[in-house]
């Protein structure tokens, strides 16, 4: 059964800096796309940033040079440093696993997610 678990998050200020990481585990994790998203309350998901299978790395145009993707095949995680921090980063963070052959910005590319966790950035 696949799983997927958000960690870290929180609160932090305007100009700081957040990490966090999904344990994913129910499936052969090296094989597939990891994603993350993110909501504000009452709006559509937006994506953040992929890491595909090989390693390559793409992030939406508002966070690059802020947010920084990586994974760890070995241990099975995906892992999202974000620094420099504004307020409109404000959101629940999503982790998403790719369905086979596909590692894309587009939901309708994710099978799986996790539950979620708060990240909350004042000014």
């Known amino acids: 059964q696949v799983h997927l678990r958000e960690f870290g998050g929180g609160s932090g200020q305007a100009g700081g800096s957040l990490s966090l990481s999904c344990a994913a585990s129910g499936y052969n994790v090296g094989a597939y796309c990891l994603a993350w998203f993110r909501q504000v309350a009452g709006k559509d998901l937006e994506w953040v940033g992929l890491v595909s299978n090989r390693g390559t790395t793409s992030v939406i145009d508002s966070v690059r040079g802020r947010f920084t993707l990586s994974r760890d095949n070995a241990k099975d995680t995906l892992d999202l440093v974000m620094k420099n921090l504004k307020p409109e980063d404000t959101a629940k963070y999503y982790c998403?696993?790719?369905?086979?052959?596909?590692?894309?910005?587009?939901?309708?590319?994710?099978?799986?997610w996790g539950q979620g966790t708060q990240v909350t950035v004042s000014s």
């Open positions: 998403g696993k790719g369905i086979a052959g596909w590692c894309t910005s587009d939901t309708k590319h994710y099978s799986d």
